[in-house]
């Protein structure tokens, strides 16, 4: 016979040496008031009447230990079997039934503790299937025919089930929160048993926990057992066929609300929620996303598409824009903008997925690209009211524009791409459409720049051309600050741009010093007024200044070395000054792609103002222009300037 055999039929006391660790915890009961335990020992029905479970089952054993000894020794004598009547085996089993019931209703009532003394009698039932559990240990080992009929009592395992069908049972009846008006039963549903859970949850944390040895981690049990019972509850519902908006509140609870409850500080601290399961498989949630991300994308496109309809409407009843503080306004981009941010909001929350949620940005690429249809529309129509409308659609693409920049994050990056390229597209027809209108009604004045006419009233000329500017200045003021100011540095560049264009086209040559002399300081005193003229009115072109004074200092100089010199610094300063060659022009390329083709050759902006110097010798211009040549990584770094912005020479074209 083995040691654990001797030792059993000894009729040794099997007693709990230590507790063993939990894997279950507990449940929903009507409790008794607990007595104080008296000095003399307690038989064991006053102490089950005490919730006393820990010492009832200590008297369990011992009395299973006699009975089991007495088994083994095979007595015949039926006296003696009476006179053990209490330990008889039907005695015994009715008694563990007894104990167990109360341990069971202790157990079922573990959510509904309402006092210190309630937690104490949990503890103990706690400790009492503690003790059972022990107990079934101390068979482990024995053969089947060995061991009494009745281990393992299995309470640990028991106690698992109780919880799981407790849990259960908890969410099934969730009460119906009245103060919430949903209008949706499958809305009511989940946010009754979502309720619950939380509630149920914080219990454990803040009650029930401290009734189990730490190392039980009762509250992870608790988490896993709702978490599977919400995720049966939720795959239930996704199974109907949910409407968009149901399908909305599925969604929210899965990816936002569940994680909200999870979170709390208090439930964090105790659980590790890495260790469960998502509450929706992907095959169950993919499709509902679909669905939800589908009906956002429509929802988005139709308010888009009527909120364009509007504007578009009121343009061809020939409505003027509304001024306020003498600046013409629109409200498109702020319903634009609210709406679109405030649907990826709600696709961010619903999927908790920010990536998923830029699915719906791709609505503002297909409203822009409407918006421009609009736009070019506007522009070609010239109606009426199509400046005003321009003019108030300006503040709106800038706003556009700015919202797209700040919220990169929301946009993957070719629809960022493609919807900033749509507003500087819209931007820059709009600035063309306006400065276009100045440039037409200066076209006669332009004539007269580098004339010989010009050459005698320089200041008369430019000065006329500065009051018909200052006439269309006039109606700009009614753009907002901002645009103002983008469309005017646009304008102040075209006017220089033009204004050198002419110099450098028209016939009139300067001989000598003194004439050459003469038109610099001509250049330089234009260049203050138009400078002044534009700056004043809202250009921030300050950059613009020094290119006439620059080119004055070419035309005043006499050594060619000192022209060197001079045009170095300015090729410096201007990378683009030599590149708007033939090609260009003729092929419409952009400035940075044509620097490789055009670097040894093209000389076009030198040779031509150059050529104002006539008494320059063909050798000399030769040298001068050889001169100009860079090496690869000068190359690079002008290109690098060119798309910085400083371009101005590519905006004088050259035939």
């Not at 563990?96 to 503890?123: C, G, M, P």
């Not at 009511?188 to 039980?216: A, F, H």
């Amino acid at each position: 016979m083995t040691n654990k055999s001797s030792c059993a039929l000894s009729g040794r006391h099997l007693s709990c040496v230590s507790y063993p660790k939990m894997r279950g915890k507990l449940g929903k009961l009507i409790f008794h008031k607990k007595k104080l335990k008296n000095t003399v020992d307690l038989t064991f029905q006053q102490n089950l009447q005490a919730h006393h479970f820990v010492d009832a089952g200590k008297q369990l054993i011992d009395r299973e230990g006699r009975l089991y000894v007495l088994k083994q020794e095979g007595i015949g004598a039926k006296k003696k079997l009476l006179e053990e009547e209490e330990d008889s085996e039907a005695k015994l089993v009715k008694d563990y039934e007894d104990w167990w019931k109360l341990v069971k209703e202790t157990l079922e009532n573990s959510l509904e503790l309402h006092s210190a003394e309630e937690q104490e009698i949990l503890k103990e039932a706690v400790q009492a299937i503690l003790q059972e559990e022990e107990q079934d240990k101390h068979w482990e080992g024995f053969k089947e025919m060995e061991r009494p009929p009745w281990r393992p009592r299995r309470c640990q395992q028991k106690h698992e089930a109780l919880l799981q069908t407790l849990v259960q049972s908890r969410m099934q009846d969730a009460p119906l929160d009245s103060s919430v008006e949903t209008h949706s039963s499958i809305n009511d549903n989940i946010l009754s048993k979502g309720k619950q859970l939380r509630e149920d949850l914080l219990k454990v944390v803040t009650c029930v926990s401290s009734c189990y040895p730490e190392q039980d981690k009762v509250c992870q049990l608790y988490t896993n057992l709702y978490h599977k019972s919400f995720s049966d509850e939720l795959r239930k519902v996704a199974n109907f066929g949910l409407c968009d908006g149901d399908c909305i509140v599925l969604l929210s609870w899965v990816n936002n609300h569940y994680h909200y409850i999870l979170n709390d500080s208090r439930i964090k601290e105790v659980t590790d929620c890495t260790q469960l399961d998502p509450l929706l498989p992907k095959d169950i949630i993919g499709p509902l996303e679909q669905q939800f991300l589908t009906s956002k994308e429509t929802e988005l496109s139709t308010w888009l598409h009527n909120a364009l309809n509007r504007e578009e409407a009121a343009w061809k009843e020939g409505k003027i824009p509304e001024l306020t503080d003498q600046k013409y306004s629109c409200v498109l981009h702020i319903d634009v903008i609210q709406c679109f941010d405030g649907s990826v909001r709600c696709a961010q929350e619903v999927l908790g997925d920010e990536t998923k949620a830029q699915r719906i940005s791709c609505q503002m690429s297909n409203f822009l690209t409407d918006y421009n249809i609009f736009h070019d529309k506007v522009i070609k129509e010239k109606k009426t009211n199509s400046e005003a409308v321009l003019m108030a659609n300006l503040w709106c693409i800038t706003q556009f524009g700015d919202y797209i920049i700040k919220k990169a994050h929301l946009f993957p990056e070719d629809v960022r791409t493609n919807c900033l390229s749509l507003l500087n597209a819209m931007r820059d027809s709009s600035h063309a459409y306006f400065t276009s209108i100045v440039h037409k009604d200066l076209k006669e004045s332009y004539k007269k720049l580098g004339s010989s006419k010009w050459l005698r009233d320089s200041e008369g000329i430019c000065e006329e051309l500065l009051a018909k500017v200052e006439v269309h200045l006039q109606k700009f003021k009614h753009l907002q600050e901002r645009c103002c100011q983008e469309l005017l540095g646009d304008l102040h560049k075209e006017f220089l741009a033009e204004y050198v264009r002419k110099m450098m086209k028209n016939k009139i040559r300067f001989a000598d010093k003194e004439k050459q002399e003469k038109a610099a300081e001509a250049v330089c005193k234009n260049s203050d007024s138009i400078h002044t003229r534009l700056t004043t009115a809202g250009s921030n072109m300050d950059w613009l200044k020094d290119i006439l004074p620059k080119l004055a200092g070419l035309l005043k100089l006499q050594d060619p070395d000192s022209i060197k010199l001079e045009l170095s610094d300015l090729l410096r300063d201007y990378p683009d000054f030599r590149y708007d060659c033939l090609c260009c022009t003729l092929f419409r390329r952009n400035v940075s792609t044509c620097l490789s083709i055009c670097f040894f050759y093209s000389k076009c902006h030198v040779s031509a103002w150059l050529s104002l110097k006539t008494n320059l010798s063909a050798s000399d211009l030769k040298k001068i222009l050889n001169s100009v040549t860079f090496s690869q990584d000068q190359l690079k770094e002008e290109r690098g300037s060119l798309r910085c912005g400083k371009s101005f020479f590519s905006f004088v074209r050259i035939k």
